[in-house]
């Protein structure tokens, strides 16, 4: 019996050792098309969503996001991340459709895959890194928010988040970031209610009910104070997500933001050339 019962433990020993030492398989090329990425509110697999909101709207025929999802993105300090884009007085109009629109094309877009890596943060698996944005996107982006103010030129991380007490969020246990990252700026935990309480199928995320404010000694300036120049937005405001291209939009080789749905979606003819072409120079080979 003692000699069974140490065949056992070294059976369960080998066991934990090989879990622990495999690395989570890499995606195959085949695996770079049409898919979601392992994060906070993004589905397992894209599918239809014929009521996503008004400018999530152009992906509702294959989408990452719930209509949940698409509705909250429109909302400030909504549940998602929590993110206050107010944070230096009110956040121009024309600018804040530029935010909603790069949240919605994270959330909802299963055209990201050449630019998916897998990262270790409590809250997602994975991110996108150097994602082709297209020049004129870019452009417009930071032509339309260079006379709104905020405090900092990298918005991943550095918040003031202190005012609020925790509270239990619940959201469909699947997953999201796009404004990516309120779980990597504040580095709260993710687990069950305080209760260990939960609905099946569902994740409790533990969120502050308060929201993210300029850090300490962070003076608020214009946006060209921060961000002289419209790569220099596109590239650092979100630790380098995007990485603004030299090509046009309907050129098939960069990401629009921006894009009629009743024309197609561009986006999948560019996700297919980088697929098949991990060399050319746009996808990024770590983080």
Request: overall charge neutral; glycine content about 10%.
């Amino acid at each position: 019996m003692a000699w069974q019962m140490t065949q056992l433990l070294l059976l369960a020993l080998v066991a934990a050792a090989w879990g622990a030492q495999v690395p989570r398989t890499p995606r195959a090329r085949t695996d770079l098309l049409n898919v979601c990425m392992d994060a906070k509110h993004h589905k397992a697999e894209p599918g239809p969503e014929d009521s996503l909101h008004e400018q999530c709207s152009p992906w509702r025929k294959n989408a990452c996001c719930s209509v949940n999802t698409s509705i909250e993105a429109h909302k400030d300090i909504s549940y998602l991340y929590r993110f206050n884009w107010d944070h230096c007085g009110k956040m121009e109009p024309a600018c804040k459709r530029h935010f909603i629109q790069d949240t919605c094309l994270y959330e909802c877009s299963p055209n990201l895959g050449p630019w998916i890596r897998e990262v270790n943060q409590r809250w997602r698996k994975e991110r996108v890194l150097g994602v082709p944005l297209c020049k004129e996107d870019c452009q417009s982006w930071w032509e339309d928010c260079r006379t709104s103010y905020t405090c900092k030129s990298n918005w991943h991380k550095g918040w003031n988040w202190t005012s609020g007490e925790d509270w239990g969020v619940w959201g469909v246990g699947g997953g999201g970031g796009g404004v990516e990252g309120f779980m990597e700026i504040c580095g709260c935990g993710v687990g069950r209610a305080r209760d260990g309480s939960g609905p099946s199928g569902y994740r409790s995320s533990i969120l502050p009910t308060g929201y993210n404010q300029c850090p300490v000694k962070a003076a608020c300036h214009r946006f060209d104070f921060y961000f002289p120049t419209p790569a220099a937005l596109c590239n650092e405001i979100w630790s380098h997500s995007y990485k603004v291209s030299n090509y046009s939009r309907g050129s098939g080789r960069c990401i629009q933001m921006w894009f009629d749905p009743f024309q197609g979606n561009p986006n999948e003819e560019v996700a297919r050339f980088y697929a098949e072409n991990p060399t050319s120079g746009s996808t990024p080979q770590g983080i």
